[in-house]
Each structure stands twice: as structure tokens, then as C-alpha cells.
């Protein structure tokens, strides 16, 4: 059996270093499209779905070690030189994990707002929302819309997951994440800490100040296990920093990438 490739949207920029960005929970790489173009200026970028994201390939599995593994086979596949990783959230903890695993294949590592820890459930009421929708009556994301706004009470959020309705060839909607998959695995994947293990390479951890994702009690576990770590607070900007503040999210990440 062949192995499945993660989708990508790549700006080539041949002679430059590699940047792999991965977007979080309930994310496709379009999230990072204008921030992805001006690092495609600069730098080899992809911009990659995560297995049972965007158009990536679905799967029953969604752990930790098969995430390491799509990036393993993406940067064989590409035959990439020990690529930078930036990952968001969800993408954060996959490219920790990639590199306590693998970290002679990683050149520096960039965190957004994630740390290695576990962290209680707090997206179930977004998977309840999800499940409510039927696609048998839905005409366009405006429908998609409505619904979800009846179930959460946050604007940015209904609007960062209607992003992923599209219409499928028979004419009918659907999610383009596999709702099912990420259900099923949801709780491995946020309760349970990443491995033991420690990447001595270069890391940015980034943060949104208005975010509790790393608190400073998180920075003492995350320099046992990243002990060559940079840690940057964002101003302005909570959870999703690259989209609340993406001028200095940008200028601090080049100035990481550069150092």
C-alpha cells in the first residue's frame, strides 16, 4: 500500500530554508493564507492539512505517533533538508512531538500557543454543535452558518468552522474535517501530554497574551523537555495569534527563523 501524503499548498523558493506550517483543531491550511504568502517571499513554505483536515486524507486514526509519521513521509516525499516547523495549537503539539521523536530531521521549532502538557476537554460543546447539523437541509454555509450560531454563542469561531463547508460533487455540503475521526480521538489527543523525551534544537514558543494556553508555571515543564527555548508573548492577541496580530506574529517568527 502506497503511503498517503499530507495535502499542501507549497510556495516553492528553491536555495531557501523550509518551512512546514500546520494549522490547529478544525483547521485546513487556508487559515494561514496571507501570512503563508509572505512567508513564501522568503522562505520554502507549506502550508499542510493534517490528517482528517482539509483535504487530507481520512482516517479511524488521529494519535500522536501517526501524526509524527504524515510528517515524516512529507518530508521524505519532498525530499526536504531538515525543514523549520511551526505548528498552531493542535499543529503545535505535532511538531513537539515530531521533534523529541525525530529531531535530526528538524532544523528549529516554532510553538503557537500550546504547550506539551495535557489539558482538560474544553471543545466538547463544539463537537455537540457540529453533530446537529444536517446537511440534508442545508443550501449554503449561510444555512451551516445559522445553525452552528444557535448552538455557540462566539461569532470568530462559527465563522472559523463554517470555513470548512464545501460543496461536494453530487451538489450536497458537508465538513471537510472528518467529524467523526476527530471525535472519536479527540480526548487522546488533548488529555495526553506529549511524550517524554527532550529536542535540544532551537524553539520559539509563542503566545497570545490575552491566551491561558502556556501559563508561566507551563514555561518551567516546557525548558525540561525544550531546553533551548525562546519565549515571545504576542500582544493583542489570544488564542489564535497569527490571525489576531500578524505583524509582530510575523516579525517575531522571521526574527527567530534568522537568529
Do not use: C
Not at 109 to 132: C, G, Q, R, S
Not at 188 to 193: E, L, N
Not at 202 to 216: C, D, V
Not at 220 to 242: L, R
Amino acid at each position: 500500500m502506497n503511503k498517503q501524503i499530507l495535502h499542501s499548498k507549497i510556495y516553492e523558493n528553491k536555495n531557501k530554508p523550509s518551512l512546514l506550517i500546520f494549522h490547529g483543531l478544525f483547521g485546513l491550511l487556508d487559515n494561514w493564507g496571507s501570512l503563508g504568502k509572505k512567508f513564501g517571499e522568503n522562505y520554502d513554505t507549506h502550508l499542510i492539512d493534517l490528517r482528517n483536515h482539509g483535504k487530507s486524507f481520512h482516517s479511524d486514526e488521529m494519535s500522536y505517533e501517526s501524526m509524527v509519521e504524515d510528517i515524516a513521509d512529507y518530508i521524505d516525499f519532498y525530499n526536504l533538508n531538515k525543514p523549520i516547523l511551526l505548528g498552531h495549537s493542535l499543529g503545535g503539539r505535532a511538531v513537539m512531538s515530531f521533534s523529541i521523536e525525530k529531531p535530526n530531521l528538524v532544523h528549529k521549532l516554532i510553538v503557537v500557543d500550546m504547550a506539551p502538557k495535557a489539558y482538560e476537554p474544553h471543545h466538547v460543546k463544539i463537537f455537540e454543535a457540529l453533530n446537529t447539523i444536517d446537511f440534508s437541509n442545508v443550501r449554503d454555509r449561510k444555512d451551516v452558518e445559522n445553525m452552528l450560531s444557535k448552538e455557540i454563542d462566539n461569532k470568530a469561531i462559527v465563522q472559523f468552522l463554517v470555513k470548512n463547508v464545501y460543496r461536494k460533487d453530487d451538489n450536497s455540503f458537508d465538513f471537510r474535517f472528518n467529524l467523526k475521526g476527530l471525535e472519536k480521538n479527540y480526548i487522546h489527543i488533548i488529555s495526553k501530554a506529549i511524550e517524554t523525551g527532550i529536542f535540544l534544537g532551537s524553539s520559539l514558543f509563542i503566545s497570545g497574551e490575552k491566551s491561558n494556553y502556556i501559563l508561566e508555571d507551563d514555561k518551567i515543564e516546557i525548558i525540561k523537555q525544550f531546553p533551548n527555548s525562546e519565549f515571545i508573548s504576542i500582544s493583542n492577541a489570544g488564542h489564535w495569534v497569527q490571525a489576531e496580530n500578524p505583524t509582530d506574529f510575523y516579525n517575531s517568527v522571521v526574527s527567530f527563523i534568522e537568529s
